[in-house]
């Protein structure tokens, strides 16, 4: 019974061996398959076949490598990496070679390798890959042709290069670049989603892009709407060079991968491949850039946007992030004592209390005022509005306080002796009405002027009124004697 037991586990001893070696050794099959865990879903992923496996022995840890005949030229002159054998073209590596480094210039090869000709598309195309778009976190390339593979993923970042002798399983480890959008509040000179600003200002805007290893094919898309005006040679990155490290394109269509334009940047930012291609390490690209708030700005609560986002990879983008600029308004009314309506007045904003800087205004259409943008300023022949009140709204404000001077009453009325603050820190201002009562906003009541004596006292008014007594009573003296002498 001893011998009995002793011969069955060496059978088994043995037939676990061959399992092993018949496992792990082998010629190429077409069996190959390369499994990726970790997918992001809507993504693509692509495998390019370098190398092809003719046989292997993963025991002994022994690969017969051949180059797919695409790619023999330009892997032959990789001295750096691989190395030929003069027996039949077999390929190996070179010790200390770094792979990460190969897998960039590989990918940027096969890319080279996979463009095809419009005019002679049927012969251009070199290679091409085996595509996979995921659909859940998993993505399987099955009975491939044993070999060795570049993996590369639309979330542009470089996957992983590797043998699948028979099967192989991957973690997709690739980070999606993310964006910040923030804009300057000048009152502060603090960074945020929003800021205030007065028609004519010069608004700083900060996007800041996280950029990841191996980025591919990075392009930030911006557009202001129609109220900011972009200062085109404001745009700059920090420690890069324009020309160089990026190129700005502007007033760009963005077409879809139908052909169509679903929108236009402002401008584009497109950075080179060769300066994306030195990221080793999460990298924090900050651009900054400059716009003024102009003309066509929209009043609050509406807002002045800034959108930005990032495509990279063939395809894929970041969320849209936004920023909002706002200006104001205020409403202007003159009364009287009793609360009625005047007109007549005539208005000047300031910025002070007394001096200060005048707020140049231009009217737009009677009763509105806009603050003036310095091209209007500086145009030919421009003059100043007036606030002529009346009942009248003025716009495009910061979020400041204001002073009106009224440099000319209702005929009849007295003229305000000093400026009238206007605070806009809540925002608008309006005048409302509860029936025939004004309400909010800025309301300035006049005084009606009195009839002054030129002389003080009663002045003339006296000498009037007894000369007309002395008249009075001349005529009564001289009708009492005629009375009299009729009578004698």
């Avoid at 716009?291 to 807002?303: G, H, P, Q, R």
């Avoid at 209007?376 to 100043?384: H, L, W, Y």
Wanted: charged share 25%; hydrophobic share 35%; aromatic share 10%.
């Amino acid at each position: 019974m001893k011998k009995f037991i002793s011969f069955l586990l060496t059978i088994i001893m043995v037939f676990s061996m061959a399992v092993s070696v018949f496992a792990t050794s082998g010629t190429n099959d077409d069996t190959g398959k390369i499994t990726i865990n970790n997918a992001v879903e809507g993504e693509t992923y692509k495998v390019y076949q370098l190398l092809v496996l003719e046989s292997f022995d993963t025991v002994k840890k022994a690969y017969a490598y051949k180059a797919v005949p695409a790619w023999e030229n330009w892997l032959r002159s990789q001295t750096t990496y691989l190395s030929f054998d003069g027996q039949g073209g077999y390929v190996s590596w070179k010790k200390d070679a770094d792979p990460a480094a190969f897998a960039k210039l590989a990918l940027a090869k096969a890319k080279e390798l996979e463009k095809t000709d419009p005019e002679n598309p049927e012969e251009s195309a070199k290679i091409t890959p085996i595509s996979r778009t995921a659909t859940g976190n998993t993505v399987v390339f099955d009975n491939l042709n044993l070999g060795y593979y570049l993996v590369d993923t639309t979330l542009g970042t470089l996957c992983f290069l590797d043998t699948t002798a028979k099967e192989v399983t991957i973690a997709e480890k690739n980070e999606e670049p993310t964006v910040d959008k923030e804009v300057k509040e000048d009152s502060t000179g603090e960074f945020g989603s929003t800021n205030t600003a007065q028609i004519g200002d010069t608004v700083e805007f900060r996007t800041t892009i996280h950029a990841k290893k191996g980025a591919q094919s990075y392009v930030l898309h911006d557009k202001m709407t129609e109220g900011l005006t972009l200062n085109p040679d404001s745009i700059s990155i920090e420690g890069l060079e324009k020309g160089t490290d990026y190129t700005v394109q502007f007033d760009r269509p963005h077409q879809k991968k139908d052909g169509t334009t679903d929108y236009t940047c402002t401008f584009e930012i497109v950075f080179a491949q060769a300066y994306l291609d030195t990221i080793t390490e999460d990298t924090d690209l900050v651009v900054t850039y400059f716009a003024t708030l102009n003309e066509k700005a929209v009043i609050s609560t509406d807002a002045n946007l800034n959108d930005t986002r990032l495509e990279y990879g063939e395809a894929s983008t970041t969320e849209w992030k936004q920023t909002e600029t706002k200006t104001f308004k205020f409403g202007l009314v003159k009364l009287d004592e009793e609360k009625k309506l005047l007109t007549g007045a005539e208005f000047k904003l300031y910025d002070a209390k007394t001096g200060g800087k005048e707020i140049i205004l231009v009217k737009e259409t009677d009763g509105v005022y806009r603050v003036a943008t310095e091209a209007e300023t500086k145009a030919e022949g421009f003059t100043p509005a007036t606030i002529e009140a009346g009942y009248v709204e003025i716009k495009g404000l910061d979020a400041d306080t204001y002073y009106l001077e009224e440099i000319k009453a209702p005929d009849g009325f007295n003229k305000l002796k000093e400026r009238k603050e206007v605070k806009m820190e809540g925002g608008n201002n309006t005048i409302t009405m509860d029936g025939n009562v004004y309400k909010n906003g800025v309301q300035i009541v006049n005084k009606k002027g009195t009839e002054l004596p030129s002389t003080g006292g009663m002045g003339t008014t006296v000498l009037y009124i007894a000369g007309a007594l002395l008249i009075l009573a001349a005529a009564a003296v001289l009708l009492l004697k005629k009375y009299f002498h009729k009578e004698a």
